[in-house]
């Protein structure tokens, strides 16, 4: 096993690129990729780094030169032999050859585009422009090197003795929750760590640990570098990307207001089986499953992203049974800053009255709280997310209206096309 605390200690070792491969992204990002390459090659996309925690200032704790040798790196990263061949001959969700061929030769001479960079305030601005299906992939690895490196920050700080012992309290406190974790029967949970990442070592040593101490019941990665070297599942289906660019594209409010429909009309197909997962999430849950069409509910679940994940479950179960369908064949993946006590607590709600899975992200593969003074190396909330389609600016709405996003006259509209009503707030930790 890697010594961690020894490599940290010498990060600066070529062997140590925060992003070591374009594969070191979830792999939802390759499925919508694809999908987006056959039906939408030439839209051009804005994506843009938000920090919404304020009091992180990313430009004061990272060096800028450090910041644009990462990124340059990522920029000449091409896919290798060996990680092709898996991508072209793997099995995932039961089929093989997911990736045609014709995805596949543009991948594999795939470069991705220039990024523009500034600092103001304490905070960079970081955005990437270009077509849809290539800038679409510097989301993953733009959030793992930002987190990284303020991580790297704090950890210069500190000497060897000092690091090991951080490592060892990290561990340990990652095995006591796996610990309580064994004693759900039944629990499928995943990793979904790696935008949010204390770094690539660490996520790869969390997989690790989740599959000895769980056993079957660790059903995969959403990392595709990890799952291919750990000989693990790769586990993904799409994000709120696709609706929010397809609505920026609308006309008019007629055709905002089937957007998020025709996006799921596209998935229905080109996947099926446990693909087939819906995410409601991104203008309202409530008005997308009121206006859904019937065929929605031969999919197979849903993904709870924001909001209450409790009455986000309920909701789903309420529409299935309103629509004739028994929600105990329906899958639910609670997939919002999630941890043991909430993980407990929603299968033990939930268990026997839906099929129940965990996507478990940011406190699975960065929870050093309380291992460091002044809460140094806590989590804080990144992202980096589409702002345009084709020079239109995009929105997103949530579950949770603290994540909305876009222009507040095009955050009025959608809510009026989408009957978003008033919604409560929830703190975003992560």
Known sequence: ?????????NHKWKIDPIVRSLIDTDFYKLLMCQSILRNR????????????????????????????????????????????????????????????????????????????LEKKDGQYE???????????????????ILVELRSRAVLERMGRFEIQVLYARAMSKLWEKIERLKKIDGLLIADFGTRR??????????????????????????????????????????????????????????????????????????????????????????????R?????????????????PAAGAERAIRWWQE????????????SDGLDVDKIEELHAQFTGRVRVSFGWGTMLTNDFRDLVPDGALDPFSLVCKAVSADGRPTVKLSDNPSK??????????????????????MDVKV
């Open 1 to 9: 096993m890697v010594d961690i605390a020894t490599r940290v200690h």
């Open 41 to 116: 090659p030439t839209t051009v996309v804005k994506f843009s780094l938000i920090n919404r925690t304020k009091s992180i200032r990313l430009g004061d704790l990272i060096d800028e030169g450090e910041l644009r040798q990462q990124l340059d790196h990522v920029r000449s990263l091409r896919l290798t032999r060996g990680e092709s061949t898996w991508l072209r001959g793997n099995t995932f969700y039961g089929k093989r050859q997911m990736f045609s061929s014709d995805f596949m030769e543009w991948f594999e001479n795939l470069e991705l585009p220039p990024y523009h």
């Open 126 to 144: 970081l955005t990437f422009e270009g077509t849809w299906p290539e800038v679409m992939l510097w989301e993953i690895p733009a959030l793992a």
């Open 197 to 290: 990442r204390h770094s690539f070592l660490w996520q790869d040593w969390c997989v690790q640990a989740m599959r000895e101490g769980l056993g079957h019941s660790f059903i995969g990665t959403s990392n595709c570098l990890i799952a291919m070297r750990r000989e693990v599942e790769a586990i993904g289906t799409n994000a709120h990307e696709l609706p929010m660019v397809l609505a920026a594209l609308a006309d008019s409010d007629e055709e905002l207001a089937q957007a998020p429909y025709r996006v799921m009309a596209d998935w229905h197909e080109e996947h099926e089986g446990n693909l087939r997962v819906m995410l409601p999430d991104t203008f309202g849950s409530e008005g997308f499953l009121s």
């Open 292 to 308: 859904a069409p019937d065929w929605l509910t031969t999919w197979t679940g849903i993904r709870i992203d924001s909001g209450d």
């Open 323 to 334: 629509r004739g369908e028994d929600p105990r064949d329906k899958l639910v993946i609670f």
């Open 404 to 425: 909305a996003l876009g222009p507040a006259d095009q955050v009025a509209r959608y809510k009026r096309v989408f009957g978003v009503g008033e919604q409560v707030a």
